[in-house]
């Protein structure tokens, strides 16, 4: 995986060394990730190998990783549940961020396919690891009291300035309620 340049320096009267291309950071992280699962396998007991990983092992990893987060997730029960900013310390867990998890995710299901794994067979990529992506946002979102809502499109100021605006009738003919791409708003 890593890039080295194998010419040899034909001049000896140069000084000039060889270098390796410089890689980029995202590169660099997606290297070090798949080597740091790839201990991972070999250190759990009994040792697995790739082509017998699945996602829950992924899961495993993901669970194995949560003692080194740096993210305070408070429990239900927890006096601070539901607030961004907690006035005072309180006993629950720092757990891995849904979003670093999800980075990780998507760089080491690149690196499986770039490593020779088959894409259909990829577990990073599995349902189950994409549910559990899902529950890590939605109770991470709760306990912090913000919401993951998808981001909506941002809309071109110059095409919204040639276009005439759309009646409200011309709208509701069309299915299309006022409220619809409001996040807070209930039908």
């Not at 992280?29 to 082509?51: A, E, G, I, V």
């Not at 993951?148 to 040639?162: C, H, I, L, P, S």
Request: with cysteine.
């Amino acid at each position: 995986m890593e890039l080295v340049s194998h010419q040899a320096n034909k001049n000896p009267n140069t000084s000039t060394q060889l270098t390796p291309p410089s890689s980029s950071r995202y590169e660099n992280q997606k290297r070090r990730d798949w080597n740091t699962f790839c201990q991972y396998l070999r250190n759990h007991r009994p040792p697995l190998s790739l082509p017998s990983c699945s996602g829950a092992h992924v899961l495993e990893f993901l669970r194995y990783l949560d003692q080194f987060g740096k993210t305070k997730v408070h429990h239900q029960n927890c006096a601070f549940f539901g607030h961004p900013n907690p006035p005072a310390p309180c006993p629950c867990p720092l757990r891995q961020a849904w979003g670093s998890l999800d980075a990780l995710i998507g760089r080491l299901r690149a690196a499986y396919e770039e490593n020779g794994g088959p894409p259909e067979a990829n577990p990073f990529g599995s349902r189950a690891v994409r549910l559990y992506l899902r529950e890590v946002r939605d109770f991470q979102a709760k306990a912090r009291g913000v919401s993951y809502e998808k981001k909506r499109k941002r809309v071109n100021r110059q095409k919204t300035q040639t276009q005439p605006p759309v009646p409200l009738q011309q709208q509701q003919q069309q299915g299309q309620s006022l409220m619809a791409n409001y996040s807070g708003a209930t039908v």
